[in-house]
């Protein structure tokens, strides 16, 4: 009598048994426990706030006098400086949160939380996915405080923006923390993290149109307004300042959703025991 082949084993394909159900069991578990360490990190909470709080209150309000905005698009009329930097300074909620959530990733990676997870039966894409969507759920969640906040602040756009710029939000979410990810997975220690941090935020965050139009760029430095262009987060805060408005920067989107397709492949790639980085650093002596 022949015994049935089972399926969803380790030894099996990893990918049968599993239907529906089990998948979003897998996902519900995983946003669970991203939502339960941010509750639980009061301090990440409030820190994730100061920083665009204290550019609003502070820096916009040095610069309105300086640094006065014209008529560009998506805007029907001239605005203050402080309603030109929100949608940059929700860009840098999402860039700050994207990259916590990767150093979370180095953190479980070396007590050895992330490689428990990595070798369940689910496949490495999908939990990869899930990780991705709990990190941005919580980001989104930090900049509608923002705006909540921003909005007794005078930085009132349309009350329908606030629920169109949710997909912009989302997306960008989804680029910034893939690109966290892909990071993380080039991190052997801990240690190392914050200093590659450094060399990406703060670039990606001042070498973009977060608080500055690119018009203004071009007319003082035009190699700088080159970079501000190759710059993805320019795109990101571009797609968000639209949607805010209730409009679509076409080109953004497209930028966005192509940087996404990137950042979030290279990492599914590197995270991959049999082709990724962590398989070379450990077959190099490395820490993983």
């Given at each position: 009598?022949?015994?049935?082949?089972?399926?969803?084993?380790?030894?099996?394909?990893?990918?049968?048994?599993?239907?529906?159900?089990?998948?979003?069991?897998?996902?519900?578990?995983?946003?669970?426990?991203?939502?339960?360490?941010?509750?639980?990190?009061?301090?990440?909470?409030?820190?994730?706030?100061?920083?665009?709080?204290?550019?609003?209150?502070?820096?916009?309000?040095?610069?309105?006098?300086?640094?006065?905005?014209?008529?560009?698009?998506?805007?029907?009329?001239?605005?203050?400086?402080?309603?030109?930097?929100?949608?940059?300074?929700?860009?840098?909620?999402?860039?700050?949160?994207?990259?916590?959530?990767?150093?979370?990733?180095?953190?479980?990676?070396?007590?050895?939380?992330?490689?428990?997870?990595?070798?369940?039966?689910?496949?490495?894409?999908?939990?990869?996915?899930?990780?991705?969507?709990?990190?941005?759920?919580?980001?989104?969640?930090?900049?509608?405080?923002?705006?909540?906040?921003?909005?007794?602040?005078?930085?009132?756009?349309?009350?329908?923006?606030?629920?169109?710029?949710?997909?912009?939000?989302?997306?960008?979410?989804?680029?910034?923390?893939?690109?966290?990810?892909?990071?993380?997975?080039?991190?052997?220690?801990?240690?190392?993290?914050?200093?590659?941090?450094?060399?990406?935020?703060?670039?990606?965050?001042?070498?973009?149109?977060?608080?500055?139009?690119?018009?203004?760029?071009?007319?003082?430095?035009?190699?700088?307004?080159?970079?501000?262009?190759?710059?993805?987060?320019?795109?990101?805060?571009?797609?968000?300042?639209?949607?805010?408005?209730?409009?679509?920067?076409?080109?953004?989107?497209?930028?966005?959703?192509?940087?996404?397709?990137?950042?979030?492949g290279g990492a599914i790639l590197a995270y991959d025991p049999a082709k990724g980085l962590l398989n070379r650093k450990r077959d190099s002596g490395g820490n993983g």
């Amino acid at each position: 009598m022949s015994i049935p082949a089972q399926t969803g084993t380790v030894s099996g394909n990893p990918q049968r048994g599993f239907g529906i159900a089990q998948y979003a069991a897998c996902l519900t578990g995983i946003m669970l426990r991203e939502g339960l360490r941010f509750l639980n990190q009061r301090e990440r909470f409030i820190s994730s706030l100061v920083r665009p709080l204290l550019w609003l209150f502070v820096f916009a309000a040095g610069f309105r006098q300086v640094l006065g905005v014209s008529i560009i698009p998506p805007y029907k009329t001239y605005v203050l400086y402080e309603v030109y930097i929100t949608p940059g300074l929700c860009g840098m909620i999402l860039l700050f949160s994207g990259m916590q959530s990767s150093l979370s990733m180095v953190y479980d990676r070396e007590m050895g939380n992330m490689r428990t997870l990595l070798v369940s039966p689910f496949p490495r894409w999908f939990l990869l996915v899930s990780k991705l969507l709990a990190g941005v759920a919580v980001s989104v969640l930090q900049v509608y405080v923002f705006l909540a906040i921003a909005w007794f602040w005078s930085v009132k756009p349309p009350v329908i923006g606030y629920l169109l710029v949710l997909p912009a939000l989302v997306l960008a979410g989804m680029m910034l923390c893939s690109l966290g990810m892909l990071l993380s997975s080039m991190i052997r220690q801990l240690e190392n993290f914050a200093g590659i941090m450094n060399f990406v935020i703060f670039p990606m965050y001042f070498a973009s149109s977060a608080l500055y139009p690119l018009w203004r760029i071009q007319e003082s430095s035009p190699p700088l307004f080159h970079i501000c262009q190759a710059n993805p987060f320019t795109y990101a805060v571009e797609l968000i300042r639209f949607a805010l408005y209730g409009r679509i920067d076409w080109i953004s989107l497209a930028v966005v959703c192509g940087f996404t397709v990137l950042f979030l492949g290279g990492a599914i790639l590197a995270y991959d025991p049999a082709k990724g980085l962590l398989n070379r650093k450990r077959d190099s002596g490395g820490n993983g």
